[in-house]
């Protein structure tokens, strides 16, 4: 809660990351009955919506929203998910609904609820894809995650650290067959290695964790760095997102208003925080309490993007 130790479970397990969520919201992943269900949000573009509950042996660290796009001659994965298993079951969904090769793995960003099913698609022999940045984050802090991990989900069941083999360094093209999926790799926003994949067939922008509805966002990187790609993202001519967590799809660029919001408010009332001479621990008792009771899961993140914002800016 708000006025606890800023060093919660969630600060401890993921250093900024976006793997322990509580429990409140309907969940479309359960490990222990074996559901796991896709949306096919747009032609060819199927998604899994992340269960909104901290990552346990029961949910397999299946909390975050992947999913997988089919070309005419290959597939993409968008995120293989949060544990070896949870990369298994994505990759049997897609067999059950395809025979073609999965070419490409994405990993949008760091945090281990995204990457750690990575290892389920080497038998694929497929071109790892990740920000040029990504292979010195996963050097910095891969083994740690892996380690937690473990710990939370049973020894082994993490999955090993996977580096990207194709690094994206501005933007790139991968072509799946009468489908080209565009990249960009970001300057420093939710993390300093966020990627994001648009697909111009069907306008559908996949900006991973760069977009959070209804779960509270998890600042991990720059809070003026994410406003600034949250307005080019708004920018792009696409119909609809996929949230990195929330629900599977949200209308673009209306979808990005409550993060946007919040954001603005983090950061305004944190600058004048700083102004005033606050302390981190009494602005993380005062900045943007106007939104509780907007955002699921506040009191799990919100402390630790007061601090992550405190940080930055009282040095601007």
């Known amino acids: 809660?708000?006025?606890?130790?800023?060093?919660?479970?969630?600060?401890v397990l993921l250093g900024g990351g976006c793997l322990c969520c509580l429990p409140g919201f309907a969940a479309s992943a359960d490990s222990s009955t074996g559901a796991f269900?896709?949306?096919?949000?747009?032609?060819?573009?199927?998604i899994r919506r992340g269960a909104d509950e901290v990552a346990t042996a029961r949910n397999a660290g299946g909390i975050a929203n992947i999913g997988f796009i089919l070309g005419r001659e290959?597939?993409?994965?968008?995120?293989?998910?949060?544990?070896?298993?949870?990369?298994?079951?994505?990759r049997e969904t897609?067999?059950?609904v395809t025979k073609l090769p999965?070419?490409?793995?994405?990993?949008?960003?760091?945090?281990p609820d995204h990457i750690f099913g990575a290892d389920a698609f080497e038998q694929d022999k497929p071109t790892f894809v990740g920000h040029t940045r990504l292979p010195y984050a996963l050097a910095q802090r891969g083994e740690y995650y892996r380690g937690r991990l473990d710990q939370i989900l049973g020894k082994g069941k993490a999955g090993p650290v996977v580096v990207p083999t194709m690094l994206v360094s501005d933007r790139a093209e991968i072509d799946l067959g009468g489908r080209v999926l565009s990249l960009t790799a970001h300057?420093?926003?939710?993390?300093?290695?966020?990627?994001?994949?648009?697909?111009?067939?069907?306008?559908?922008l996949l900006p991973a964790d760069l977009l959070f509805v209804r779960h509270v966002p998890s600042l991990d990187g720059s809070i003026t760095g994410w406003l600034k790609e949250l307005a080019a993202l708004k920018a792009l001519p696409a119909k609809r997102a996929?949230?990195?967590?929330?629900?599977?799809?949200?209308?673009?660029?209306?979808?990005?208003?409550?993060?946007?919001?919040?954001?603005?408010?983090?950061?305004?009332?944190?600058r004048q925080?700083?102004?005033?001479?606050?302390?981190?621990?009494?602005?993380?008792?005062?900045?943007a309490q106007s939104e509780r009771g907007k955002w699921a899961l506040f009191d799990e993140y919100h402390g630790h993007n007061v601090t992550k914002a405190f940080k930055e800016l009282e040095w601007e």
């Open 242 to 270: 996929v949230p990195g967590h929330g629900p599977a799809q949200v209308s673009w660029p209306s979808g990005a208003a409550d993060l946007e919001r919040y954001l603005d408010v983090l950061l305004r009332e944190t």
């Open 273 to 287: 925080a700083v102004a005033k001479g606050m302390e981190i621990g009494e602005a993380v008792q005062v900045v």
């Open 94 to 96: 897609i067999r059950q």
């Open 1 to 11: 809660m708000v006025g606890a130790p800023l060093l919660s479970r969630r600060d």
């Open 74 to 90: 290959a597939v993409a994965v968008a995120d293989p998910g949060g544990s070896l298993s949870d990369g298994a079951r994505l």
């Open 187 to 204: 300057p420093t926003a939710h993390t300093d290695c966020d990627l994001s994949v648009s697909d111009r067939q069907t306008g559908t």
């Open 102 to 111: 999965i070419c490409y793995v994405i990993l949008s960003h760091v945090h």
């Open 37 to 46: 269900a896709t949306e096919e949000i747009a032609p060819g573009i199927h």
